[in-house]
């Protein structure tokens, strides 16, 4: 029944946009008609350009969240357990994500080419800072009662590690698995747009520069659609890993891209 709802909503809004693009007879060029952008999405599948550059941009997005993510639960683990890391490199860190990721997609490309690894490794640095803070505020959300518990009980900083800290800050590290798998995508996106071969963000702007509004508007219809399948992907997992969190979702502490 929600997911009836959910339908009936997104119709309503199509047929509030169509209407208005046509009884405000707004240009095409301005804000085409859902129409226009079915016809668009029509053309693009049809001729498989749309096929073949989803999948580079999705093997992009990907592989840029397993480089971010894994690097992510790393740090935010190592600055977790030793203040010393903390003290030294956690500034650092910061400093590094203070820096807009737009500015730093021309170097990236210019260091590592138009190729697949420029993408994969902009996309990584997008979306490690979101991971890395949740993980973080999970592992020291860790109750110290249980922790003094397990001390007096003989076990080791690697048990008191698998067995109390990294369950109880699994909720809060999948909400940031949900977090940096969009900005994955995002990072990929910008990436593109700097400098690619091909891709989505190359198809936007190849339709900008020969005007085709509602062209584009479908590549973006079909970006909102990947980064919604891809979160719920990463929604599935958490639910049957994360089974015993009552809410389903941990503290979402990421920072913007």
């Given at each position: 029944?929600?997911?009836?709802?959910?339908?009936?909503?997104?119709?309503?809004?199509?047929?509030?946009?169509?209407?208005?693009?046509?009884?405000?007879?707004?240009?095409?060029?301005?804000?085409?008609?859902?129409?226009?952008?079915?016809?668009?999405?029509?053309?693009?599948?049809?001729?498989?350009?749309?096929?073949?550059?989803?999948?580079?941009?999705?093997?992009?997005?990907?592989?840029?969240?397993?480089?971010?993510?894994?690097?992510?639960?790393?740090?935010g683990?190592?600055?977790?357990?030793?203040?010393?890391?903390?003290?030294?490199?956690?500034?650092?860190?910061?400093?590094?994500q203070?820096?807009?990721?737009?500015?730093?997609?021309?170097?990236?490309?210019?260091?590592f080419?138009?190729?697949?690894?420029?993408?994969?490794?902009?996309?990584?640095?997008?979306?490690?800072?979101?991971?890395?803070?949740?993980?973080?505020?999970?592992?020291?959300?860790?109750?110290?009662?249980?922790?003094?518990?397990?001390?007096?009980?003989?076990?080791?900083?690697?048990?008191?590690?698998?067995?109390?800290?990294?369950?109880?800050?699994?909720?809060?590290?999948?909400?940031?698995?949900?977090?940096?798998?969009?900005?994955?995508?995002?990072?990929?996106?910008?990436?593109?747009?700097?400098?690619?071969?091909?891709?989505?963000?190359?198809?936007i702007?190849?339709?900008?520069?020969?005007m085709?509004?509602?062209?584009?508007?479908?590549?973006?219809?079909?970006?909102?659609?990947?980064?919604?399948?891809?979160?719920?992907?990463?929604?599935?997992?958490?639910?049957?890993?994360?089974?015993?969190?009552?809410?389903?979702?941990?503290?979402?502490?990421?920072?913007?891209?």
């Amino acid at each position: 029944m929600r997911a009836f709802r959910r339908l009936l909503l997104m119709a309503a809004l199509l047929g509030l946009w169509e209407a208005a693009a046509r009884l405000l007879a707004i240009p095409a060029y301005i804000l085409p008609p859902p129409s226009a952008v079915g016809v668009g999405l029509y053309r693009g599948f049809r001729s498989g350009i749309f096929i073949e550059n989803i999948w580079i941009t999705m093997l992009e997005t990907f592989l840029g969240f397993v480089l971010g993510a894994s690097t992510g639960f790393l740090l935010g683990t190592a600055v977790a357990l030793s203040r010393r890391f903390e003290y030294y490199l956690y500034p650092i860190i910061i400093m590094f994500q203070a820096m807009p990721k737009v500015a730093l997609a021309p170097l990236i490309i210019v260091w590592f080419g138009l190729d697949l690894t420029s993408k994969v490794i902009n996309a990584g640095l997008v979306c490690f800072f979101p991971l890395m803070v949740n993980t973080i505020a999970g592992l020291r959300a860790a109750d110290e009662d249980r922790i003094s518990l397990m001390r007096s009980l003989a076990a080791t900083p690697a048990q008191i590690f698998w067995m109390l800290r990294l369950p109880g800050a699994l909720p809060s590290i999948f909400a940031g698995l949900e977090i940096a798998m969009i900005f994955a995508l995002i990072g990929a996106i910008v990436a593109e747009f700097v400098g690619a071969q091909s891709g989505l963000g190359v198809l936007i702007q190849s339709m900008n520069f020969s005007m085709d509004v509602a062209g584009q508007f479908s590549v973006l219809f079909i970006l909102s659609l990947i980064g919604l399948a891809l979160n719920g992907i990463v929604t599935a997992v958490r639910r049957r890993v994360v089974f015993w969190d009552n809410n389903g979702r941990g503290h979402q502490l990421g920072g913007k891209p």
